[in-house]
């Protein structure tokens, strides 16, 4: 990544690698769900490492959970220095976004269920309903002591 990206301290923004993680979520997303998808929500963001100015960035993605238009997409974040290709690639940050899918009128869409095929793939689809069943309980609880039905 380039120095227009970087924050006062000479590091990469973090909001450049949000973006980043945002548009490679989105692509596995449409491809998942075979058309447009919005973000609805970044669950969680987690930055590990600095990024640093002439990083080589790659991001990695996969459908973590799907709902009824809705799915749990999470993206890891690894980085290598531009002049070091020996070097092993770094864990910098990991983010879980959920996508709905949507019509042509922007109303949510059905998305394919989701048949996990391996044990990583069914790790990641109970730590997805975890996830989501906090948003949920965390939500209702918001709700309740605003007195919202
Ligand atoms: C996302 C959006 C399409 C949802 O529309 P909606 O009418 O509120 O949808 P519903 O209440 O019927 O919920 C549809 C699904 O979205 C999920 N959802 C909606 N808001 C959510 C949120 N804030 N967090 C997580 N999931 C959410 C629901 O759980 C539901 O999932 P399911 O179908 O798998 O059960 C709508 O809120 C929207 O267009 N938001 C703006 C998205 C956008 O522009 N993103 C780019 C940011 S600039």
Sequence with gaps: MSAREANLLGNIHGGEIVKLADQTAGAVAQRHSGGPAVTAALDEMAF?????????????????????????????????????????????????????????EGRPRLVPPLAPEDDTERRRLREAEIRRAHRLARKQEIDAARGRP
């Design 48 to 104: 590990l490492a600095p990024v640093h100015v002439g990083d080589i960035v790659r991001t990695f993605s996969q459908v973590n959970w799907a709902g009824t238009s809705s799915m749990e997409v999470g993206v890891r974040v690894e980085t290598q220095p531009w002049n070091d290709p020996s070097s092993a690639a770094l864990h910098v940050a990991s983010a879980y976004f959920v996508f709905v899918a949507i019509d042509a």
